[in-house]
């Protein structure tokens, strides 16, 4: 039987200049790699910041898709770029870029590959409890490495046990190529941590 994968994304408000740059890039990836393409351009979770939207999002697709992929508006796949599932690892569910920064390992939610199934589900529902975390300034991907274990201990890093890190595996950085941490041949390049009016002209120097 043939795997149903997604590839899904969405932008509100300013961030949607940004999408009609990106959207392109994730509608020829998909095409060309048999994903269905989801874009969506309105709230799922109008009482909370932004950036929780995603969650509601990818818990609705990995029960009915065997990969889900999320990326953020800000992010562009080169047309170079291969199948991104050929880089999931066997009896790992979820797969981000782990961003190694100023002493801190970082895994960053711009781009996350998840395996669908209830384990999947499992883990957003609990991410999204971590109510905790609504305000903060990484939103639900602070919410991801806390239930991953991670804390800041003089650089963030993972070191409380945890049942979910065992089924995380990082991605190579060319996956999610972003300013502070950015790769020497990206596939997706990231446009994360650099002033808003500046994203743009950003995503354009890879545009080719």
Not at 55 to 68: C, E, H, K, R, T
Not at 71 to 80: G, H, P, T
Not at 86 to 100: D, K, Q
């Amino acid at each position: 039987m043939t795997e149903r994968r997604a590839i899904c994304t969405m932008a509100h408000g300013s961030h949607v200049p940004l999408l009609d740059v990106t959207a392109p890039t994730f509608a020829r990836y998909a095409e060309r790699f048999g994903y269905d393409y989801i874009e969506v351009r309105h709230r799922l979770a109008p009482n909370l910041p932004v950036s929780w939207d995603k969650v509601p999002l990818l818990q609705s697709l990995v029960p009915n898709y065997d990969v889900v992929v999320w990326f953020d508006a800000d992010a562009m796949i080169r047309d170079d770029a291969p199948d991104i599932a050929a880089a999931m690892r066997p009896r790992r569910f979820l797969h981000m870029v782990e961003h190694r920064v100023n002493g801190s390992r970082i895994p960053n939610a711009g781009v996350i590959a998840l395996r669908g199934g209830r384990v999947s589900k499992r883990f957003l529902d609990a991410d999204w409890k971590q109510r905790q975390f609504v305000a903060d300034k990484w939103w639900e991907n602070a919410a991801m490495l806390h239930l991953l274990g991670y804390r800041d201990l003089e650089g963030l890093r993972p070191v409380v046990p945890s049942v979910w890190r065992l089924g995380f595996a990082t991605l190579d950085n060319a996956w999610n190529s972003i300013p502070e941490d950015p790769a020497a041949r990206p596939f997706v390049v990231h446009c994360a941590g650099i002033p808003f009016a500046q994203r743009l002209e950003y995503l354009q120097q890879f545009s080719s």
